[in-house]
């Protein structure tokens, strides 16, 4: 069986100020992992995606997220938020598609 | 370009109504998806395929129906409506899984059960 935990429900920070958002998954097969942001009113878009290869994957728009295999963990994280990162982020395990219960970032002024 | 296309993006049902989601996708994916989407809840998988003809339940499938007669359209059935249905509804479709697994969402359908 496979699972998702998504750690935080809520993430308030500062513009400007860094972020991690904190995902651990469990699966008793090889797993490919995923970040989709939901933003308000809309569907969900792909941030990031880890298949193989190095561990740590980038967005083009400055998230990043590390996969840590003993630890089961494909934490994201950004250096410096701005205000229109405000959305959902949804961590995800493939096969199957078993989706995290998101975390909403909120970036204030 | 159009992707993943639900319909209808709002509707208003009374308890005991039936009524299908619509979802086709134009990028010839084999494996489609359908979730509802709960506040605190995250995405919960109703029913996947993984080809014309072929469905199974994912973790909330009581009170769904699917099918699968080609490969772009997968619609979604309530029948008999509960309160407990009210929900958004996500169609998504991908080539596969592993390397090709990224899941490509539609819009969402917002059901009201009253």
């Known amino acids: 069986a496979q699972s998702v935990t998504q750690l935080d429900s809520q993430v308030p920070v500062f513009e400007e100020a860094p972020v991690e958002l904190r995902c651990n998954y469990s699966s008793s097969v090889s797993v490919y992992l995923f970040w989709y942001v939901q933003y308000p009113n809309q569907g969900l878009q792909l941030l990031l995606k880890y298949l193989s290869g190095s561990t740590l994957v980038e967005s083009i728009n400055g998230f990043e997220a590390e996969f840590n295999k003993s630890q089961t963990s494909f934490h994201l994280r950004k250096p410096s938020v701005h205000i229109s990162d405000t959305a959902e982020y949804f961590c995800a395990v493939i096969p199957l598609g078993r989706f995290g219960a998101g975390t909403r970032l909120t970036v204030k002024p | 370009n159009a992707g993943v296309t639900q319909t209808p993006k709002f509707r208003i049902l009374k308890i005991g109504q039936s009524m299908t989601l619509q979802c086709t996708q134009d990028m010839n994916h084999n494996y489609m998806y359908w979730y509802r989407q709960d506040p605190g809840m995250g995405l919960k998988l109703i029913y996947y395929?993984?080809?014309?003809?072929?469905?199974d339940k994912g973790e909330v499938p009581n009170g769904y129906n699917v099918s699968r007669s080609t490969t772009e359209d997968f619609p979604l059935r309530l029948e008999l409506a509960a309160p407990s249905q009210t929900s958004v509804y996500f169609c998504?479709?991908?080539?596969?899984?592993?390397?090709?697994?990224?899941?490509?969402f539609g819009e969402g359908s917002r059901l009201t059960v009253l």
């Open positions: 395929s993984v080809g014309a003809g072929i469905t």
């Open positions: 998504a479709s991908s080539r596969g899984t592993g390397a090709t697994g990224e899941l490509f």
